[in-house]
């Protein structure tokens, strides 16, 4: 036998603080993301199938698509698959096609991957997913980890517009699999001891990581379920995957994953972007509609017992160009002024750089924690 499976330690596989509390994982990923971003600046697009393109240059049509809403979907259009096929098998759909518009994008992300980590532990995997820690909040009681989950949905909903699907389980593994269980505007929670019989009947392509290579091996071997792939002998697996996948594969098919979260060693910076009521390239009309976003940063970042050495604000231009400029201090603070002041100094020289702005923002890094307090000494000595 290759690997030691221990199959009763399944159910309370503890977490990595050693506090004996079953671990609770969250994954999170925006629905048809890109997409969705154009539908909340263009409601009218939720009424047709619409599609955001890459488009190559060469030809009016030469590209690839980036992502389609879910009416385009059901035509058959998705990620990856040429423009021109796109718009044959939406021909007579009245579709839209977009423009892609990464950093528009990034702006929401940001917001809502900021707003994330004001709350939990996260791992942020791509532009839209993210894993998140609920055992410490929820002390392992998954009832309370699907109530945060559901509070969550409907936060990113309010604020952004936005819907989302997340998955709950006992590691990253099953969490990644139980959001993808049901899309769009899915949550889905895999209680420890229902997770063999949430994962036996899925197909083996839905294990991350499992491609069309893999899968075509798998499938050639008769493996085809996650059941299957649980069953089948591990030294066999071996010599047709290798080693590495194959331990992967056999513990991931029986429930299994030890992987910590990668989190950013604490929190590495904060920040806050709003919408400017109208485009303006008046400073100070700027810095009083972003300082309520300054006392909110500012209230976070004392309730986490954080100093910050460097300040920075965010513009964003009406052609959606995003620019910032900072200021580093000599030593940590937590002063409120200090924050203040500085945003509003470094908006009136980002303002007269650039001229009229859409959005603004300010952002704290460098931060150092003060219950690190051996670190901070280092700090100001
Ligand atoms: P995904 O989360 O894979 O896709 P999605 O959010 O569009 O759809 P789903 O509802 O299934 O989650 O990717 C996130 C974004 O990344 C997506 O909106 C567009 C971009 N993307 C590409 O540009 N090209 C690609 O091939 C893929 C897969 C995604
Ligand atoms: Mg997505």
Not at 50 to 78: D, I, L, P
Not at 164 to 182: E, Q, R
Request: charged content about 25%; aromatic content about 8%; glycine content about 8%.
């Amino acid at each position: 036998m290759l690997f030691n499976l221990s199959k009763t330690s399944l159910n309370y596989t503890t977490n990595a603080f050693g506090d004996g509390l079953p671990r609770a994982i969250g994954h999170l990923d925006l629905d048809y993301f890109f997409a969705q971003v154009e539908e909340v600046e263009n409601p009218a697009l939720k009424n047709s199938p619409t599609v955001v393109c890459v488009y190559s240059g060469r030809t009016e049509e030469s590209g690839v698509v980036s992502t389609a809403n879910y009416r385009a979907r059901e035509f058959g259009v998705k990620s990856g698959i040429p423009i021109s096929l796109a718009k044959r098998r939406l021909k007579d759909a009245e579709a839209v096609f977009v423009p892609i518009n990464q950093p528009k994008y990034q702006v929401y992300s940001e917001r809502i991957m900021d707003s994330l980590r004001d709350e939990f532990e996260v791992e942020q995997t791509g532009i839209d997913e993210a894993f998140f820690d609920l055992t410490r909040k929820t002390g392992g009681d998954y009832a309370k980890a699907q109530e945060l989950a559901s509070e969550l949905k409907r936060r990113i909903l309010l604020e952004e517009g936005l819907t989302c699907s997340i998955g709950i389980g006992p590691n990253k593994v099953v969490a990644k699999m139980a959001s993808d269980f049901k899309k769009p505007d899915g949550l889905t929670v895999v209680w420890p001891d229902q997770t063999l019989s949430f994962l036996f009947p899925l197909s083996v392509d839905k294990v991350p990581g499992v491609g069309p290579k893999t899968s075509k091996i798998l499938k050639e071997n008769g493996i085809e379920s996650i059941r299957g792939l649980a069953g089948y002998p591990a030294e066999n697996l071996e010599r047709i995957l290798g080693r590495k996948l194959a331990i992967y594969l056999h513990k991931a098919a029986n429930g299994q994953d030890d992987e910590p979260l990668a989190t950013e060693t604490g929190v590495s910076q904060l920040s806050r972007i709003i919408t400017l009521k109208t485009d303006t390239a008046d400073s100070t009309e700027i810095f009083t509609q972003l300082s309520p976003s300054i006392k909110d940063l500012h209230e976070r970042l004392t309730a986490k017992g954080l100093f910050f050495r460097t300040v920075a604000v965010i513009g964003i231009r009406p052609d959606l160009s995003i620019h910032s400029r900072s200021r580093s201090l000599e030593t940590p603070t937590n002063d409120y002024q200090v924050l203040s002041r500085s945003a509003r100094d470094l908006l009136a020289t980002l303002v007269s750089d650039l001229g009229g702005l859409r959005r603004a923002g300010v952002r704290v890094s460098d931060l150092v924690g003060v219950a690190n307090q051996q670190s901070l000494g280092e700090f100001m000595s």
